[in-house]
């Protein structure tokens, strides 16, 4: 297949080797560039998968995960009935078959808490195995927020935990942000709340809560986070700062916390490789995906590419409770300012998929596509998305999302709203071709 775009001189990629650097036992390239570009004509085999539906049925907004026995979950959010609640559903991959396993506010009238009028429209996290068997996911509700940040939901947000074996819902917290993000390392579960970038901490051996406020400005909340292998954690904080000509100026940055909450590094990052327009509208951490070495690789919001790099596993013995490395990589995407929110691997080592949305930059296609990136050349395989007989113009008005979800067949998920379902929850299935 021919380049159609490479590093735009000799020189420059001579230059952009030069910038190669060792991390966690594999070579990374390191350039803040855009990665040389292929195109391809064939991309992944993409098939819908069947929802039950429910009234209100609405979308999912990157509410996914899967379990030990490679079944996938998915939580639908809904609208315009009188309660909105949202619902969960196991889809198995063997059967072909959703079973809805709940929704929210019977959930919460099951376990006494059910406040009077109370809705939970969303499941909006990532739906995570911890210990013990149990998946861990908070639901969350909009009504009564103010955009600006200046008022929080009227019915906060709830986290809880599913026994797989038994399909039994625990209630473990209620907080007054909204919980919009979880992720899960050691014995430990996080949940993200906004607005402020309330981080809570719930030990899965002690049941003991904690929480930090790390930070943000505006209404702006990052869709994803990050803990890693040893229970430390990785959340996005802005600041707004004034100059001395008394102008305002907002800067980004990773915090990392130890499992006790203990703040051990704060790496800066560019606004303008996290920010699009504005803090408000931006969704901060979008795609994000764990490798076979326990290091994670996050996309932004513009499509920029990071990689968290704690110290290795050890093979016996305590974990090494030092910072981690944050890598500033680069542009995700050949054309530079892409929405990549869902991130994947086949390989777990030098290899990095994701699907883009090309909406970003001045003159952008709009098309989305599927990108395989190596991370050891630093080149991009451009390949068309697309599901047989749907209308490419249905397929790129539609809104995916999803992040790392998938199957024992090594079948990745992305998930949604749009025309290509009837302007309803979409839930598709990914086949990487085979090269």
Same mark, same amino acid.
């Given at each position: 297949?021919?380049?159609?775009?490479?590093?735009?001189?000799?020189?420059?990629?001579?230059?952009?080797?030069?910038?190669?650097?060792?991390?966690?036992?594999?070579?990374?390239?390191?350039?803040?560039?855009?990665?040389?570009?292929?195109?391809?004509?064939?991309?992944?085999?993409?098939?819908?998968?069947?929802?039950?539906?429910?009234?209100?049925?609405?979308?999912?907004?990157?509410?996914?995960?899967?379990?030990?026995?490679?079944?996938?979950?998915f939580?639908?959010?809904a609208?315009?009935?009188? &309660?909105?609640?949202?619902h969960?559903?196991? /889809?198995?991959?063997?059967?072909?078959?959703?079973?809805? !396993?709940?929704? &929210?506010v019977?959930?919460?009238?099951?376990?006494?808490?059910?406040?009077?009028?109370?809705?939970?429209?969303?499941?909006?996290?990532?739906?995570?195995? @911890?210990?013990?068997?149990?998946?861990?996911?908070s639901?969350?509700?909009?009504?009564g927020?103010?955009?600006?940040?200046?008022r929080?939901?009227?019915?906060?947000?709830?986290?809880?935990?599913?026994?797989?074996?038994?399909?039994?819902?625990?209630?473990?917290?209620?907080?007054?942000?909204a919980?919009?993000?979880?992720?899960?390392?050691?014995?430990?579960?996080?949940?993200?709340?906004?607005?402020?970038?309330?981080?809570? !901490?719930?030990?899965t051996?002690?049941?003991?809560?904690?929480?930090?406020? &790390?930070?943000?400005?505006?209404?702006?909340?990052?869709?994803?986070?990050?803990? $890693?292998? !040893?229970?430390?954690? /990785?959340?996005?904080?802005?600041?707004?700062?004034?100059?001395?000509?008394?102008?305002?100026?907002?800067?980004?940055?990773?915090?990392?916390?130890?499992? $006790?909450?203990?703040?051990?590094?704060?790496?800066?990052?560019?606004?303008?490789?996290?920010i699009?327009?504005?803090?408000?509208e931006?969704h901060? &951490?979008?795609?994000?995906?764990e490798?076979?070495?326990?290091?994670?690789?996050?996309?932004?919001?513009?499509?920029?590419?990071?990689?968290?790099?704690?110290?290795?596993?050890?093979?016996?013995?305590?974990?090494?409770?030092?910072?981690?490395?944050?890598?500033?990589?680069?542009?995700?995407?050949?054309?530079?300012?892409? /929405?990549?929110?869902?991130?994947?691997?086949?390989?777990?080592? @030098?290899?990095?998929?994701?699907?883009?949305?090309?909406?970003?930059?001045?003159?952008?296609?709009?098309?989305?596509?599927?990108?395989?990136?190596?991370?050891?050349?630093?080149?991009?395989?451009v390949?068309?998305?697309?599901?047989?007989?749907v209308?490419?113009?249905?397929?790129s008005?539609?809104?995916?999302? @999803?992040?790392?979800?998938?199957?024992a067949?090594?079948?990745?998920?992305?998930?949604?709203?749009?025309?290509?379902?009837?302007?309803?929850?979409?839930?598709?299935?990914?086949?990487?071709?085979?090269?």
């Amino acid at each position: 297949m021919p380049v159609v775009k490479t590093l735009a001189t000799a020189a420059t990629a001579l230059s952009a080797l030069a910038s190669i650097v060792a991390l966690s036992g594999q070579t990374l390239l390191v350039t803040g560039k855009r990665p040389a570009r292929f195109i391809e004509s064939i991309g992944p085999r993409v098939t819908a998968v069947p929802i039950p539906a429910f009234a209100g049925a609405h979308a999912i907004w990157g509410a996914t995960g899967q379990d030990s026995q490679g079944h996938i979950w998915f939580g639908v959010t809904a609208g315009g009935s009188p &309660v909105p609640s949202a619902h969960l559903f196991e /889809y198995d991959p063997d059967a072909g078959r959703s079973i809805d !396993r709940g929704n &929210v506010v019977e959930q919460l009238k099951a376990a006494g808490v059910l406040r009077p009028g109370e809705h939970q429209a969303k499941i909006h996290s990532r739906i995570v195995q @911890g210990p013990d068997n149990y998946l861990y996911f908070s639901s969350m509700d909009e009504e009564g927020e103010s955009d600006d940040g200046s008022r929080l939901p009227t019915w906060g947000g709830h986290l809880w935990r599913m026994k797989i074996d038994t399909y039994r819902w625990e209630h473990l917290l209620a907080v007054p942000e909204a919980l919009i993000a979880v992720a899960g390392g050691g014995r430990f579960v996080y949940a993200l709340g906004y607005f402020g970038h309330v981080l809570y !901490r719930f030990d899965t051996k002690t049941a003991e809560v904690k929480q930090v406020r &790390v930070g943000s400005v505006e209404g702006h909340v990052s869709r994803n986070f990050v803990a $890693d292998y !040893r229970g430390h954690v /990785y959340v996005p904080r802005l600041r707004a700062d004034t100059t001395t000509l008394d102008r305002r100026v907002v800067r980004a940055s990773i915090v990392e916390f130890s499992s $006790d909450l203990k703040e051990l590094h704060d790496t800066p990052i560019e606004y303008e490789h996290y920010i699009d327009r504005n803090p408000t509208e931006s969704h901060g &951490v979008t795609g994000l995906q764990e490798m076979a070495d326990g290091s994670w690789f996050f996309t932004t919001h513009v499509g920029f590419l990071y990689h968290i790099v704690p110290p290795a596993k050890g093979s016996a013995g305590a974990a090494d409770e030092s910072a981690a490395a944050v890598v500033s990589v680069g542009w995700f995407h050949p054309d530079g300012r892409t /929405y990549v929110a869902s991130l994947f691997t086949n390989d777990g080592a @030098g290899t990095l998929l994701g699907l883009a949305h090309n909406n970003l930059a001045e003159g952008s296609s709009g098309a989305y596509q599927w990108l395989t990136f190596d991370l050891q050349s630093g080149t991009c395989r451009v390949a068309p998305f697309a599901m047989a007989g749907v209308e490419p113009s249905l397929m790129s008005s539609s809104l995916l999302y @999803g992040s790392t979800t998938r199957d024992a067949l090594g079948q990745h998920y992305v998930v949604g709203i749009g025309p290509i379902a009837g302007n309803g929850p979409v839930v598709l299935r990914v086949e990487p071709r085979k090269r």
